[in-house]
């Protein structure tokens, strides 16, 4: 049974990520906008200097991630619903409703997306 559950972690540590390109969206016009918008102030960020919050912990190597907030799967498309407005997928979230347009959200999360872990 040990030897099952052993082949099984192997199986899954062994999974590519799967690719998260917005067709279209900027990325340099994303760090721009994360940037402009203060998202340094709760999270830390690649390639923002300061603010470099914890309060939303770090948005390092995003991309490897499965989940967006612990809860949602992470796609491209979710990822720019919940930049938008992350209250109306998790009401007791404390990341708060922005004010991007989709454009903005998708350049945010094109930019998010291209980051390795440091």
């Not at 540590?13 to 709760?42: F, H, M, W, Y």
């Not at 923002?48 to 919050?53: C, E, L, S, T």
Request: with cysteine; glycine share 10%.
């Amino acid at each position: 049974m040990i030897g099952l559950a052993g082949v099984t972690l192997v199986a899954c540590a062994d999974k590519p990520v799967p690719s998260r390109q917005l067709t279209g969206a900027n990325p340099t016009e994303g760090l721009r906008v994360i940037q402009a918008e203060g998202c340094g102030t709760c999270h830390r960020i690649p390639g923002v200097q300061w603010p470099r919050g914890a309060v939303g912990g770090s948005l390092d190597n995003l991309q490897a991630q499965a989940m967006i907030a612990g809860r949602f799967p992470n796609r491209p498309d979710v990822m720019v619903a919940w930049l938008r407005d992350a209250p109306a997928m998790a009401p007791d979230t404390a990341m708060p409703a922005s004010r991007l347009t989709q454009d903005q959200a998708r350049d945010v999360a094109a930019y998010l997306y291209s980051l390795d872990a440091d």
